[in-house]
């Protein structure tokens, strides 16, 4: 992988590095206000529950810090209104609107999938109820809109680019759905290939992603062009993380992840490695192939059985094929970026947050 | 209540009497294919969920001829385009959105509510699991906003009045879920005052109701004076039917709600005779007080018993007080009507869909 100064300042300057943990934090900071302002608009108990999903408080009501997640789209976010030249400011709305979505999806997707855990803590589903989770979903996704739609009253957008900033979230937000049924359609079926995988993880992770590296820009006025350039380096920036959130997934450390261990094969999850594991068709690949069209055992596999598993995808290329793929989406993020004038800095903070998302796999 | 036909014509007239039934026939026909399209864009297995939840397809995906619902939403958004001197087409993208966004909350409640059927046949999510039922919801929630933001592309719709009636599906839909918030919470309560009901109900059924009965004036181009007079009507209809189904929810035979019978008494649902009875604060209305504070038996209630609380509900007054409540709301709705200029037809139509909705309790 290029060196993310030489690559963001075009290989001539030596930049200041830029700090992510900095970034991430100030798009954090900005988003802060508004987004509980946005939340405080929901009647009783949906307010609690949407504040103990966002680690707000705990399940007490008690003040608490927890992990809201990085912020990477917020930061995106911000970071594309100052692309085109506008104060991060600008950008806030749209922060906002991405980090309502996503934590729409969140919440629904949690309850559909079972999970009983996020970001270390128990999912909103298991303390207050299915019901409640549904329901903030919902009121988060339509929040996400109403933020934009204010942006043109409040925020500083014209009435145009608000739309077009609703366009964007919107059209994100069908994607994003369409990601999750195709997800929980792949858990019926033995095999998945590379191309079906992909095109699910482009719309469950790439459309947000995208969304989000543009919505600042079209808030902030941008062309056509511009969005599409920069939706593009969202779109690909969300297949590499979520190539690397397959390898971890399967190779991850719990510590790490928040996540059970050996949890993606325990659920027999279609991810990348797999199915490319399953594409390549040597021994390996057509092994791993008869003991996941096994019924025998299934969902009762022993530690050491989920181990043998991880190691026969390894075999059949699963995991360097991912890893490839990671830094080929990586790139083609990158260069989707060289295809729009911004100034240096802002680049360079676009390079160094596409590299934070795709780093995690070392 | 006033004639339909006096009212409609400003008393001096005697129109051609109004269909409703060949209104609502029309509604339907025209958002029918628009309708299809914008659930067609859903990927598998979601549209056919949708079509199952349309009544569309039985539950093994032949074709079926189910019922759909009244379509009283859509017949509003056409008529309030044609309100304003607009052809009734021009309301349809406003019409479909409101069709879309009434299905998504459909989809949630009976998820949320438990409730295993719906026009006469099993909910989705008894069907497909509550999954599917989640995801369709989101699905048709976010098909609504891009059907209107499809309307300044393909519909004629200017930009600016297009992304006004996204404003004014995002506020309804917020509406929705806040009233479904607040009615999940009346559960755990034992008291429920009027004011809260009327407020719950208001969110819940008044503000989609509000939203169809400006979208299409809103889509033509029509400004706020004329769309807060029309919402006006909505909201107070949407009030005057829920009072209806409120009656209907306890009194209503079995065979015309398709709801169980006493079923709201059953569910302990603080509808409006409930709360009206407890403020009454008489004999009967201290023991209805008493019998719903008491936790012994609760649940397990007796047709016997069930029927008893009825009685003891219309003694307190409850039924009266609704009845009446339905028609102020009734009358309320038609004065608002008046304040918006518009061809004796179209009037006469408005009129004849509110006495629909209300006619409901006799």
Avoid at 127 to 133: E, K, N, R
Avoid at 255 to 272: A, C, I
Wanted: charged share 25%.
């Amino acid at each position: 992988m290029e060196s993310r100064i030489g690559r963001g300042a075009g290989g001539t300057a030596q930049a200041e590095p830029v700090s992510v943990p900095e970034l991430l934090a100030h798009a954090r900071t900005l988003c802060a206000a508004p987004l509980r302002a946005s939340v405080a608009r929901l009647v009783a108990p949906m307010d609690t529950v949407a504040a103990y999903h966002f680690g707000w408080i705990d399940q007490d009501g008690a003040p608490a810090h927890g992990d809201s997640g990085k912020a990477v789209r917020p930061a995106l976010a911000l970071l594309s209104a100052r692309a085109v030249g506008a104060p991060a400011e600008a950008g806030v709305p749209g922060g906002v609107s991405v980090e309502l979505v996503h934590n729409f999806s969140l919440l629904h997707d949690d309850l559909m999938d079972g999970d009983e855990t996020r970001r270390h803590r128990a999912t909103a589903w298991t303390v207050f109820g299915p019901a409640q989770a549904i329901l903030v979903g919902d009121a988060l996704a339509t929040l996400g809109t109403e933020v934009l739609l204010d942006a043109a009253v409040t925020g500083g957008a014209s009435p145009t680019d608000a739309a077009r900033a609703v366009r964007l979230i919107t059209t994100a937000t069908r994607k994003l759905i369409d990601g999750q049924a195709q997800d929980l359609s792949f858990e019926h079926r033995d095999v998945v290939t590379v191309e079906e995988c992909l095109e699910m993880e482009g719309n469950k992770t790439g459309a947000l992603l995208a969304a989000a590296s543009a919505i600042g820009a079209v808030l902030a006025g941008a062309d056509d062009r511009t969005s599409d350039a920069l939706q593009r380096y969202g779109h690909h920036l969300g297949l590499a993380f979520q190539a690397v959130d397959d390898l971890l997934g399967i190779w991850g450390a719990t510590e790490v992840t928040g996540k059970p261990h050996w949890g993606d094969l325990r659920q027999r999850k279609k991810s990348l490695p797999v199915a490319a594991a399953l594409a390549e068709g040597g021994a390996a690949s057509r092994r791993l192939a008869e003991e996941l069209a096994d019924p025998k055992g299934r969902g009762e596999e022993s530690e050491p059985q989920l181990a043998a598993r991880a190691a026969l995808i390894e075999e059949a290329g699963g995991r360097s094929w991912t890893q490839d793929e990671a830094r080929r989406q990586h790139k083609t993020a990158l260069a989707a970026l060289d295809e729009v004038p911004m100034a240096d800095t802002v680049r360079e903070h676009f390079v160094a947050l596409a590299e934070f998302v795709v780093v995690r796999e070392r």
